[in-house]
């Protein structure tokens, strides 16, 4: 569990108080939500979005809490996934922010719908192959 929350905290932190606000303000289905993004939301997701953010942090996390620190490689595992899927625009992903705004100009997930199942399925896949080397090695 705690992997999973790593692995969503980029887009909970980058984007939660933005979604949050548009919803409670009464924002719907009218397409106006990503339009709508400001600056603050921006500069979190580039944050949060930051291998040199999430390895600091899974480099502290190993440091001072053991436990914590192969969970925390779902934060950077996300952002390695964005940058697979995100092209260039406001929301590619900077890996090396802020010392850099550089970002890989990648597959656009939203025009290729295969390749998100993919995507998605490959998740899954990693999972099961996980839990069955941990049985035959048990």
């Known amino acids: 569990w705690a ?3 790593f692995g969503l905290l980029p887009d ?3 984007f939660g108080p933005h979604a949050l606000t548009y919803w409670l303000n009464g924002g719907g289905g009218d397409g106006v939500y990503w339009r709508s993004i400001q600056a603050d939301t921006l500069l979190r997701y580039y944050w949060m979005h930051s291998l040199v953010v999430s390895l600091a942090v899974a480099g502290l996390l190993r440091w001072r809490w053991r ?3 192969i969970p925390s490689l779902a934060w950077s595992a996300h952002i390695a996934m964005d940058a697979l899927t995100h092209g260039a625009g406001r929301f590619q992903t900077t890996l090396f922010y802020p010392f850099s705004t550089w970002g890989l100009d990648s597959i ?3 025009e290729h719908p ?3 199942l993919a995507y998605w399925l490959f998740l899954p896949a990693c999972w099961l192959w996980l839990a069955w080397q941990r049985r035959i090695s048990a």
């Open 114 to 116: 295969g390749f998100m």
């Open 67 to 69: 436990s914590w620190f």
């Open 3 to 5: 992997g999973a929350v």
């Open 12 to 14: 909970l932190v980058a």
């Open 108 to 110: 656009r997930w939203w």
